[in-house]
C-alpha cells in the first residue's frame, strides 16, 4: 500500500528544490512568524522577497513555484515567445473546483511593456502570490477568486528588460524592445549605442569644464547641475550620456537597441511613426504586442485590465488621442468610479486622461482594449514624486524641485547610493571630461523598502477593478397559468456590480454578440423583453423566441424577460455572456 507523504515534507521538498534553481539563492533557513502583521499572509507556502527586482528567467521560476504549490488555483502557461527567443509567461488564476477559468469574468494584468518600466512585473507578481497565499485566510479574496479569472502575464517586453537590468543603461533606455532598427538612417543597425566609459555598470553624463558653459553645480548639492541663470557664466557644457562616436558620423549614441515603441504599435488609433513617433512599420509588427492581442481575442470573457507602466503616479484611462473621444462616452460613469476610488487607494497619485492632462498617444495598448474589445481599462503609472517625503508638490514646482528631492532622498535615506559623484575621464574625442550624475535605477525604479507598498496599494485596486466585473445573478422568478396548459413565465437577472456585462462602446458598435437569456426544457410560444416592469411595456422577439438577445446587463442593473410557454415546469433559464459568464436557474 502506497504511502502519502505528509503535506509538510512535500511542502519543505518543493521549496529546497525551487531554492536551488539556477539564479535563486540556495536553500536557506526560514524563520516562522509568530504574528500575522495584516495585510499580507503569514508564514507563505511560497516566500518571496519584494525589496528587490527580478530578471525574466527569475520571473519564469516565481511563476513556475507558484503554480507547483498551488495547483488548484495556479495553472502555468506562456502566450507566446519573445523577439529573442524568451518565453511570455502567463499565469491563469481561479478557484478551478467553482468552474473553468474561461466561463468566468476575467481581469487581464500585464507589466513592463516599456523595457525600462521594469516594476510593473512585479507589481503583476505580487499580485498573483499575494491572491493565492491568502486564499485560504482572506474571505474577500476567497470569494473574488470563486467567481472571478486572472490572466497575469508580468512581463510583455522580457528581451529588453533583461538588457535594461544586466547591461549598463540610463533610466530611460531601453524603452523600446530589441527589434534591430536602422535609427540614424545609416545601413547599419545598433552600432552606435551608449558606451560604459569607465566599466562601472552605469550610464551616466558627461560634463566638460569650458569657457562658456551654460552650466553649474546647486549649491546644496554639487552632484546636481542646473542651468546657470543668463546673467552668470556657467562652469560646464553638459554632452549628454555617457559614450563615443562610433560610427563615425558626428553623432553620439543615436542608435541603440530597437528603436520603436511598443505602446504605440496596437491596430486602434495607430498613425505612422512621421504622425507618432515609435509606431513602427504596421499595427502589431511587433511580435510581443500580436502575442497579446491573440491572447485576448481567444478570451473573450476578459472584460478588464490593467496594465502597469511607470513613473508620475498616475491611473490612465484613454482616449490616447482626442479623436476617440466618442468611444468612451457612454462607459464614463463607471471609468469614474473606478478612478477616483483609485485615488483614494493610492495616495499621491491622480485619475487622468491621456489626450487631455497628459500628451497625445495613438497606438496605444490601453486604446486597443476599450477600442477594439470593449475592455474596461487603465494603465498605471507606479511611482509617484511623493512618494518621496509623502507630501504633495506645487505645480509650479516643475520638474526641477522633483529632481532637487531626489538628491536630498539619496543623500538621506539611501546615504548616496543612487548617484555616481563626478570623476575625471579622458575621452578620445571630447578630451578631459567628467562623468557622474542619477544611476538608471535611481528616479525609474522605487527604492527597496517601499516596492512592497507600492506592489500592495496598485494590487488592491487592480483587484477592485476585477471585483466590479459582473456578477449575474437569477433575482426572481414567476410563473402565472394563463389558460389550459399556457403560463406565462417571467424572469428578472440583476447585476450586483457597477460595470456592464457588455460595456457602452461594446454595444454600440456590435464589437461582441449581445446576451442571450435562454429557455430551455420548454415548449416556448413568444419570448419578450420587458423594458418597463412597473408598466407591464414589453417588446416581442419573433425570431426565436426561447432564445431572446439582450444588449447588456448594466452595471447595478437588472434584465427583464418574459416567456409564453405551453407546459408545467420545470424550466430551466440559461444566461449565456462573453463577459459575465454562464448563470443558470431552474424553475420547479
Aim: hydrophobic residues 35%; negative net charge; contains cysteine.
Amino acid at each position: 500500500m502506497m504511502r502519502r507523504t505528509p503535506r509538510y515534507l512535500m511542502l519543505a521538498l518543493i521549496t529546497s528544490l525551487a531554492l536551488a534553481a539556477p539564479g535563486l539563492a540556495e536553500d536557506r533557513e526560514f524563520t516562522a512568524s509568530s504574528l500575522k502583521a495584516m495585510g499580507g499572509p503569514n508564514n507563505p507556502d511560497v516566500e518571496i522577497a519584494w525589496n528587490r527586482y527580478y530578471d525574466s528567467q527569475e520571473i519564469g521560476q516565481i511563476c513556475r513555484r507558484l503554480a507547483g504549490t498551488h495547483p488548484d488555483l495556479v495553472r502555468y502557461g506562456t502566450i507566446g515567445k519573445s523577439v529573442q527567443g524568451r518565453d511570455l509567461h502567463l499565469l491563469t488564476i481561479t478557484d478551478w473546483s467553482a468552474g473553468d477559468a474561461a466561463g468566468k469574468p476575467a481581469m487581464y494584468i500585464d507589466g513592463n511593456i516599456h523595457s525600462n518600466e521594469i516594476q510593473g512585473a512585479e507589481v503583476a507578481l505580487y499580485t498573483a502570490w499575494y491572491v493565492v497565499e491568502n486564499f485560504d485566510k482572506v474571505e474577500w479574496i476567497r470569494g473574488l477568486l470563486e467567481r472571478k479569472t486572472l490572466y497575469i502575464v508580468p512581463s510583455i517586453n522580457p528581451d529588453a528588460r533583461d538588457y535594461f537590468i544586466h547591461e549598463a543603461n540610463t533610466a530611460h533606455s531601453p524603452r523600446s524592445g530589441m527589434l534591430p532598427r536602422d535609427d540614424d538612417g545609416d545601413g547599419e543597425v545598433d552600432e552606435d549605442g551608449f558606451d560604459d566609459l569607465d566599466g562601472d555598470g552605469n550610464i551616466v553624463f558627461m560634463r566638460k569644464r569650458e569657457r562658456g558653459g551654460r552650466w553649474k553645480e546647486h549649491g546644496d548639492d554639487p552632484r546636481m547641475m542646473v542651468e546657470a541663470d543668463p546673467d552668470e557664466e556657467g562652469l560646464y557644457t553638459m554632452l549628454g550620456w555617457e559614450g563615443y562616436d562610433n560610427d563615425g558620423d558626428g553623432r553620439v549614441n543615436e542608435d541603440g537597441p530597437g528603436f520603436y515603441d511598443p505602446n504605440r504599435n496596437w491596430g486602434w488609433m495607430w498613425r505612422p511613426s512621421h504622425q507618432q513617433y515609435g509606431a513602427d512599420q504596421y499595427p502589431f509588427s511587433i511580435p510581443e504586442d500580436r502575442a497579446v492581442a491573440d491572447f485576448v481575442l481567444a478570451h473573450p470573457n476578459i472584460g478588464g485590465a490593467q496594465s502597469y507602466h511607470n513613473s508620475g503616479g498616475m491611473l490612465l484611462r484613454g482616449p490616447g488621442g482626442k479623436e476617440d473621444t466618442e468611444s468612451y462616452k457612454g462607459d464614463l460613469p463607471q471609468y469614474d468610479f473606478l478612478g477616483q476610488l483609485g485615488e483614494e487607494m493610492l495616495p499621491g497619485y491622480r485619475y487622468l486622461v491621456v489626450h487631455k492632462d497628459l500628451y497625445s498617444v495613438y497606438g496605444g495598448e490601453l486604446d486597443w482594449f476599450h477600442g477594439a474589445r470593449g475592455i474596461f481599462t487603465f494603465s498605471n503609472e507606479l511611482w509617484s514624486p511623493f512618494d518621496f517625503f509623502k507630501q504633495e508638490q506645487p505645480e509650479e514646482a516643475g520638474w526641477w524641485a522633483e529632481l532637487a528631492m531626489a538628491f536630498r532622498f539619496d543623500r538621506i535615506l539611501l546615504f548616496g547610493e543612487g548617484v555616481v559623484p563626478w570623476e575625471k575621464f579622458d575621452h578620445p574625442q571630447y578630451g578631459e571630461i567628467e562623468i557622474g550624475g542619477l544611476k538608471k535605477a535611481w528616479l525609474r525604479t522605487a527604492p527597496s523598502f517601499m516596492i512592497e507598498d507600492m506592489c500592495h496599494r496598485n494590487m488592491a485596486f487592480t483587484l477592485f477593478h476585477a471585483y466590479h466585473l459582473p456578477v449575474v445573478t437569477v433575482d426572481s422568478m414567476s410563473v402565472e397559468t394563463l389558460s389550459g396548459s399556457l403560463r406565462q413565465l417571467d424572469v428578472t437577472l440583476r447585476n450586483r456590480r457597477v460595470l456592464p456585462s457588455r460595456s457602452a462602446h461594446e454595444v454600440a458598435n456590435g464589437i461582441t454578440p449581445p446576451d442571450y437569456v435562454e429557455l430551455r426544457s420548454a415548449q416556448v410560444v413568444a419570448g419578450f423583453l420587458v423594458e418597463d416592469p412597473h408598466l407591464d411595456l414589453a417588446r416581442e422577439q419573433e425570431h426565436r423566441p426561447e432564445r431572446l438577445a439582450v444588449d447588456a446587463v448594466a452595471g447595478m442593473g437588472a434584465v427583464h424577460v418574459r416567456w409564453i410557454v405551453d407546459g408545467p415546469p420545470p424550466y430551466e433559464v440559461v444566461l449565456n455572456s462573453r463577459k459575465a459568464g454562464i448563470v443558470t436557474a431552474t424553475i420547479r
